[in-house]
C-alpha cells in the first residue's frame, strides 16, 4: 500500500479526470484526495472503496501492481498479498495471489478490538463470510447484527454495510466478495 497514492493520482490521469471530479464522486474534498494522491492522508476502508468506485477501478487495482500468478491453483500462507490499511489495526490476506479475471474475492481478514470500516459503503456484487475467532458487529441496511465464532453471513453487497470488532480478541474472518471489488 506504499504505492496507493501515486497509482491513485496515475488511474485518475489515466482516465483524466481532476482530482474535483473524482472527490465529488467519492463523496471526499479535493484537498483530501489531493493528500491521498501525495501520501498525506491516508483513506479508511470505507473512502477508499468510494474512491476506488469513482475512478471505477477496484481496490486491489489501486494496491496491486502486477499482473502474475494468474493460474496459480494453490497459495501458500507465506505467499499471500497482505494489505493493510494505514492508520487502522485492520489487515486482509488474499487467499489467491491475484483476482484479475476471477470470479471471487475470498480474504482472510483480521480485525483488532475497536476496530472496523468507519463507516457504511456499498457497490455491486454479493458476499459472505465465516467467523473463525472472535466477535463481529456487521450493519446492513443500518440493521446491527452481532455474530459470533462459526456465525456466518450472506448479503448483496449493493445494500450499504460496514462491520466492527466490538470484543477485546482478534476477529478472524473468511469473507468472500463476489465478484472481486478490492
Keep these: 500500500m506504499d504505492n496507493l497514492g501515486k497509482k491513485v493520482k496515475s ?6 479526470l481532476t482530482l474535483k471530479q473524482v472527490a465529488e464522486k467519492a463523496g471526499c474534498s479535493d484537498v483530501f484526495l489531493s493528500q491521498v494522491e501525495r501520501s498525506q492522508a491516508s483513506p479508511s476502508i470505507a473512502t477508499l472503496k468510494k474512491i476506488a468506485n469513482a475512478l471505477e477501478v477496484s481496490i486491489i487495482e ?7 500468478h494468474l493460474d ?5 500462507k507465506e505467499d499471500r498479498l497482505l494489505f493493510k490499511f494505514p492508520h487502522t489495526e485492520i489487515y486482509s490476506e488474499l487467499l489467491t495471489r491475484n483476482v484479475k479475471r476471477k470470479n471471487m474475492q475470498p480474504l482472510y481478514k483480521v480485525v483488532k478490538p475497536g476496530c472496523g470500516s468507519e463507516g457504511l459503503y456499498s457497490h455491486h456484487g454479493e458476499e459472505m463470510g465465516i467467523v473463525i475467532s472472535g466477535a463481529l458487529e456487521l450493519t446492513v441496511d443500518d440493521k446491527l447484527y452481532y455474530l459470533k465464532t462459526e456465525d456466518s453471513f450472506y448479503f448483496q453487497s449493493s445494500r450499504p454495510h460496514g462491520y466492527r470488532n466490538p470484543g477485546d480478541v482478534d476477529a478472524v474472518i473468511i469473507w468472500v466478495i463476489s465478484p472481486p471489488t478490492f
Excluded: A
Design 72 to 76: 496459480e491453483i494453490v497459495t501458500r
Design 62 to 68: 489501486l494496491i496491486q501492481d502486477e499482473e502474475e
Design 11 to 16: 488511474v485518475r490521469n489515466e482516465k483524466k
